[in-house]
């Protein structure tokens, strides 16, 4: 198992480190920026299909379900589709509208999981042509569905996920950007640029690395907080989502994210200065939004810390702790604003002395309801 770590006390930071491999991993042979090719092999009898289809239906859970909200954003704005995501617990249970012309997109990391299992079943009776976005080759979802892409993260045993978060939203993202293209809604111009910023992303997540020991110093800040905010908006709200849900998997703390104007309306109530904040608050359209947001926090006395954009003047003045993360094409933020999130709770959990590998009540694969 020392071996099998690779010199790291955990699973759960190898798999974060590797993310800056990993990430190329899932786009080798499928994007090359200098002669604008894009082709995912599993999905290329189906292209027409996807320009076709009425409505793109996202099932998953956990993680997984966050990668399918990024994608939300993904394929609405770039290939003008509607969209829903959905939990896979809830959605089988109900009596969805389904039809022939729909498109059912399942997560999976695993490829195991019972309910997303399930829904794949739902939807299948129903006329829907299923796609999976699986990590574990032969699972179960990648062989139920009609066709698919892997994400190819290589195996993940940290039971909270991190690497194979980061690969299906690449893999989401090169879907989102072959429909667009194929439907022709985004120009020649942004589509080249996306592809373009997709191969510089592993050497940009790479560098988020450099600010491993500045999030261990704020991790040590903030080790026996009992409760977290975390905001963002647009991309970065499912982004808050993950990071949330990261941080109570192996810490135990109790965390909520939410979409930051959302805070008005409820969350604001719990701020006071024991309240640690974490804003995603790098420069995209929703940057002015989200400065103000921060204004509110700070007028409350939470303590905040705010991932920006590297460079930023602004947001270092006005918060307790500032993480850098490059800057890159707004529709790929979430696969650089993610990371120092997951080492965040990484060092947290590990100076609370959690088992950050395996925590209490959780499975890697949920093959249960
Ligand atoms: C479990 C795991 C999570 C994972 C979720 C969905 O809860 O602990 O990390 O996100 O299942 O798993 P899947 O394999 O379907 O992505």
Same mark, same amino acid.
């Given at each position: 198992?020392?071996?099998?770590?690779?010199?790291?006390?955990?699973?759960?930071?190898?798999?974060?480190?590797?993310?800056?491999?990993?990430?190329?991993?899932?786009m080798r042979g499928r994007?090359?920026?200098?002669?604008?090719?894009?082709q995912?092999?599993?999905?290329?009898?189906?292209l027409?299909?996807?320009?076709?289809?009425?409505?793109?239906?996202i099932?998953?859970?956990?993680?997984?379900?966050?990668?399918?909200l990024?994608a939300e954003?993904?394929f609405?704005?770039l290939a003008r589709?509607?969209?829903?995501?959905?939990?896979?617990?809830?959605?089988?249970?109900?009596?969805p509208?389904?039809?022939?012309?729909?498109?059912?997109?399942?997560?999976?990391?695993?490829?195991? *999981?019972a309910? +997303? %299992?399930? /829904? #794949?079943?739902? $939807? @299948?009776? &129903? !006329?829907a042509?299923?796609?999976?976005?699986?990590n574990?080759?032969g699972?179960?979802?990648a062989?139920?569905?009609?066709?698919?892409?892997?994400?190819h993260?290589?195996?993940?045993?940290?039971?909270a996920?991190?690497?194979a978060?980061?690969?299906?939203? *690449?893999?989401? +993202? %090169?879907? /989102? #950007?072959?429909? $667009? @293209?194929r &439907? !022709?809604?985004?120009?020649?111009?942004?589509?080249?640029?996306?592809?373009i910023?997709?191969?510089?992303?592993?050497?940009?997540?790479?560098?988020v690395?450099e600010?491993?020991?500045?999030i261990?110093?704020i991790?040590?800040?903030?080790?026996?907080?009992?409760?977290?905010i975390? %905001?963002?908006?647009?991309?970065?709200f499912?982004?808050?989502?993950?990071g949330a849900?990261?941080?109570?998997?192996?810490?135990?703390?109790?965390?909520?994210?939410?979409?930051?104007?959302?805070?008005k309306?409820?969350?604001?109530?719990?701020?006071?200065?024991?309240?640690p904040v974490?804003?995603l608050?790098?420069?995209?359209?929703?940057?002015?939004?989200?400065?103000?947001?921060?204004?509110?926090?700070?007028?409350r006395?939470?303590?905040?810390?705010?991932?920006?954009?590297?460079?930023?003047k602004?947001i270092p003045?006005?918060?307790?702790?500032v993480?850098?993360v490059?800057q890159t094409?707004?529709m790929l933020t979430?696969?650089?604003?993610?990371?120092?999130?997951?080492?965040l709770?990484?060092?947290?959990a590990v100076?609370?002395?959690?088992?950050?590998?395996?925590?209490?009540?959780?499975?890697k694969?949920?093959?249960?309801?």
């Amino acid at each position: 198992e020392t071996i099998e770590k690779g010199g790291y006390d955990h699973f759960m930071i190898k798999e974060i480190f590797e993310q800056s491999r990993s990430i190329g991993d899932s786009m080798r042979g499928r994007l090359r920026s200098e002669d604008a090719h894009l082709q995912l092999g599993g999905l290329n009898n189906y292209l027409d299909k996807l320009a076709e289809a009425d409505r793109i239906i996202i099932v998953g859970c956990g993680t997984s379900w966050h990668a399918g909200l990024v994608a939300e954003y993904l394929f609405e704005e770039l290939a003008r589709v509607n969209v829903e995501v959905e939990y896979a617990s809830e959605f089988r249970y109900r009596n969805p509208v389904i039809s022939e012309k729909d498109i059912v997109i399942a997560i999976s990391q695993s490829g195991e *999981t019972a309910d +997303t %299992l399930a /829904a #794949i079943e739902l $939807a @299948k009776s &129903k !006329g829907a042509t299923i796609f999976g976005v699986c990590n574990v080759v032969g699972s179960s979802i990648a062989r139920a569905t009609h066709a698919g892409a892997y994400t190819h993260a290589g195996p993940e045993i940290g039971v909270a996920s991190t690497k194979a978060f980061t690969a299906q939203v *690449t893999v989401l +993202t %090169l879907i /989102a #950007i072959a429909m $667009a @293209k194929r &439907k !022709g809604t985004i120009t020649e111009e942004t589509y080249r640029q996306l592809l373009i910023e997709l191969e510089h992303i592993p050497e940009k997540v790479a560098k988020v690395f450099e600010n491993a020991s500045k999030i261990k110093e704020i991790a040590f800040i903030f080790t026996y907080a009992r409760n977290f905010i975390y %905001l963002g908006r647009g991309l970065n709200f499912p982004v808050a989502l993950e990071g949330a849900l990261k941080l109570k998997e192996i810490s135990y703390i109790h965390a909520e994210g939410y979409p930051a104007a959302e805070m008005k309306h409820g969350p604001i109530a719990l701020i006071d200065e024991d309240m640690p904040v974490v804003f995603l608050a790098t420069r995209d359209s929703s940057y002015e939004k989200i400065v103000s947001n921060i204004q509110e926090v700070k007028a409350r006395k939470g303590r905040v810390i705010a991932i920006v954009t590297e460079g930023d003047k602004l947001i270092p003045g006005m918060v307790d702790f500032v993480i850098e993360v490059p800057q890159t094409h707004e529709m790929l933020t979430p696969l650089v604003s993610v990371i120092p999130l997951q080492l965040l709770s990484y060092y947290i959990a590990v100076m609370r002395g959690r088992n950050v590998d395996q925590p209490r009540n959780l499975a890697k694969s949920v093959t249960v309801e």
